[in-house]
């Protein structure tokens, strides 16, 4: 039974690694036209860091976001924020999966502060092709 269990970690533990190493070094392009740079992975965990840039509509046109994220499986979660300036301030929660090795389809809820002082939420989904 042992033996089973170990196997069954390390088949897991592989799989979650091999994904995590799809993802590195990448640019990803949404169909909406914002970037995700994906700058470092550690496969051991599938955690994973980079830059997201927003796409060139709305009044926050190619600002860059810090990211931070973690892939198990075609399996996807990340955040990107921004909050080292009031400027374009947001922070995003993406979730989705891999639909094939060059296709990432996610849903997002954006977070940021009207100029009321209310905080907005914003829900919507994105598409990313690998590029």
Known sequence: MFRIITALFLLLASAAAASAQGLFPSLW??????????????????????????????????VPYDLVGRVRGPRVVFQTSRNWTTDCRATTVWSGRFVSPTTLV?????????????VARVRGTEVFQRI
């Open 106 to 118: 996610t849903r997002g809820v954006a977070t940021y502060a009207l100029p009321n002082g209310r």
């Open 29 to 62: 392009q949404s169909q909406r036209g914002a970037l995700l740079k994906i700058l470092a992975v550690d496969p051991a965990t599938g955690n994973f860091t980079g830059v997201f840039v927003s796409g060139p509509a709305g009044t926050c046109q190619g």
